[in-house]
C-alpha cells in the first residue's frame, strides 16, 4: 500500500513536529541538561517508544530539538527581511522588534536556543547547528553592514543583548532600543 494514500507519511511527521515542539518546552522549561526521551514523552503526552522511533538516541533528539527551534525563528526573520528588502534602511527597526518577537512570542524557541547554544560548550554536536543558525542570522545582515565577518560580530551581539533582557527582565522598550540603535551603528 502506498504511504501517501493510507496517511502514515504525514502522520509521521505530525508526530515528528509533536515530539520536537515537547522537546523545545522541555528545554525551555527545565533547561537542555534536562531534555530525556521520557521527558519528551510526558510532555508530548505519548510512550516512550513513540520517541525512541523517531529519535533512538538522544544526541539526535537534542540536534533536532535546537534545529527546530533556530529554524523556526530564523524563518520567520528571514521572511520579515525579505519582505522589506526595497527598503535596507528599515533593519535597524525590524531587528530591534524582531527582539521584542524573540522575548514574547515566541519566547520558548528562543530560550531553547540559548540553552542549546550554552550546552554546545559540553556537547561539541552542536556546534555545526549553532554556526549553521549564526551563519543564517549574518547572511541575512550582510547587505547592511557590507560583510559576512561584521554581520557575524552583529549577529552575536544581538544575541547577546536578547539574552541578557531574558536574563534581566529589562522592559521591552529597552531591549527594541538596544537593538535598533545596535545595528544602526554597524551600518556601512
Known amino acids: ?3 501517501k494514500k493510507d496517511g502514515r507519511l504525514e502522520r ?5 513536529e509533536l515530539l520536537l515542539d515537547a522537546a523545545v518546552t522541555v528545554i525551555a522549561e527545565s533547561g537542555a541538561g534536562l531534555l530525556t526521551h521520557r521527558a519528551v514523552a510526558a510532555q508530548a503526552g505519548v510512550s516512550l517508544a513513540s ?4 529519535f533512538p538516541g538522544i544526541a539526535e533528539l537534542r540536534q533536532s530539538a535546537f534545529d527546530h527551534a533556530g529554524s523556526r525563528i530564523g524563518l520567520a526573520f528571514r521572511a520579515l527581511v525579505e519582505a522589506h528588502h526595497e527598503t535596507p534602511g528599515s ?12 522575548t514574547g512570542e515566541s519566547r520558548q524557541d528562543t530560550v531553547a536556543v540559548f540553552a542549546m547554544i550554552l550546552a554546545s560548550s559540553h556537547d561539541e ?9 549564526d551563519g543564517h542570522l549574518a547572511d541575512l545582515l550582510e547587505n547592511y553592514v557590507g560583510d559576512h565577518a561584521t554581520a557575524l ?12 533582557h531574558l536574563a534581566t527582565g ?3 522598550d529597552e531591549l ?4 535598533t540603535t545596535l545595528v544602526r551603528r554597524f551600518a556601512s
Open 91 to 102: 533593519l535597524p527597526e525590524l531587528a530591534g522588534n524582531y527582539a521584542l518577537t524573540l
Open 12 to 16: 509521521g511527521k505530525a508526530r515528528r
Open 176 to 179: 527594541r532600543t538596544s537593538v
Open 125 to 133: 554536536s552542536l556546534r555545526p547547528v549553532i554556526r549553521e543558525l
Open 1 to 3: 500500500m502506498n504511504e
Open 153 to 164: 560580530i552583529l549577529s552575536s551581539s544581538i544575541q547577546g543583548l536578547i539574552l541578557t
Open 51 to 54: 520517541v525512541t522511533y523517531h
Open 170 to 172: 529589562t522592559g521591552p
